[in-house]
């Protein structure tokens, strides 16, 4: 088990726009580093909405969470059951704050 940042959900901003979002390594065998936009605890996220969303490049993390604990993002497949009730997050896409200097 990976502990070795303890106290912390792992959440932090977008150090660019500030935005929560959720970076880890996901998967066990092919690790992919993910960074995803990290809602907050009680918005949903159903999997039906992140599949419009889905590209070959911007994939689908199902995200439990857990009562106490870390939070740990989790690979989803094709057949991942439609009704799952955890959310579900594409990759953070940046949007910086515009700036005043144009
Ligand atoms: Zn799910
Ligand atoms: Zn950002």
């Known amino acids: 088990m990976a502990g070795r940042r303890r106290g912390g959900d792992g959440a932090r ?10 970076a880890q ?3 066990t065998t092919a690790a992919l580093h993910a960074t995803v936009d990290l809602p907050g605890p009680d918005e949903p996220r159903p999997w039906a909405a ?5 590209t070959p ?10 009562r106490y604990g870390p939070l ?4 989803t497949h094709a057949r991942h059951p ?7 997050l594409t990759s953070h896409t940046c949007t910086p704050a515009p700036t005043t200097l144009f």
């Open 25 to 27: 390594w996901v998967g």
């Open 50 to 54: 992140a599949l419009l969303h889905r």
């Open 57 to 66: 490049n911007n994939l689908i993390w199902c995200l439990p969470r857990p």
């Open 72 to 75: 740990r993002l989790r690979w």
């Open 82 to 88: 439609p009704d799952c009730p955890h959310q579900h």
């Open 13 to 22: 901003p977008c150090p660019a726009c500030g935005t929560p979002t959720l």
